[in-house]
């Protein structure tokens, strides 16, 4: 998976209401979000690459990465961007590093078959590309 680059721009639901839409979402408090609150086929609806919080609830987390949408656990990333910075992330390696300071920031990588997942697009994509008939 290449290394994405986001702009960071805020964070929270009001930044739906306000119809903003950011290629990053950060956020310092931890996500315990249920479904009907903010759904992630929304955020990648919305063009949102990634999300990075201190913590997700697992059922957002789970269905963030079902449709491929990269969730990034990292405690520290709060306290070291402000709104307008670029991110650079690299889900494979745990690094995301903030370009604008040079800032660099590690997080527990995913393991190999949620990487598998996010390569393929989403589960869906990811299950018929293991089950289809090879010629």
């Known amino acids: 998976m290449d290394p994405k680059k986001m702009v960071i721009i805020g964070a929270g639901s009001a930044m739906f209401t306000q119809g903003l839409v950011a290629d ?13 609150d903010i759904d992630p086929v929304a955020l990648k609806t919305a063009g949102v690459a990634a999300v990075v919080a201190t ?10 990465i079902n449709i491929g949408l990269p969730v ?11 709104v307008g ?16 300071t ?11 078959f949620l990487l598998e997942i996010l390569r393929s697009g ?8 293991r ?4 010629p």
């Not at 989403?122 to 590309?129: A, M």
Request: proline content about 7%; hydrophobic content about 45%; overall charge positive.
């Open 24 to 36: 990053l979402i950060l956020d310092g408090s931890a996500w315990n979000l249920a479904l009907v």
């Open 55 to 64: 913590s997700f609830a697992r059922i957002f987390y789970r269905n963030a």
């Open 72 to 82: 990034v656990e990292c405690p520290e990333a709060h306290a070291n961007f402000h």
């Open 85 to 100: 910075e670029i991110a650079l992330i690299n889900i494979e390696k745990g690094v995301l590093v903030n370009e604008s």
């Open 102 to 112: 040079g800032r660099t920031m590690r997080f527990e990588p995913l393991p190999p």
């Open 122 to 129: 989403g589960l869906v994509s990811s299950t018929r590309k």
């Open 131 to 134: 089950f289809q008939p090879k």
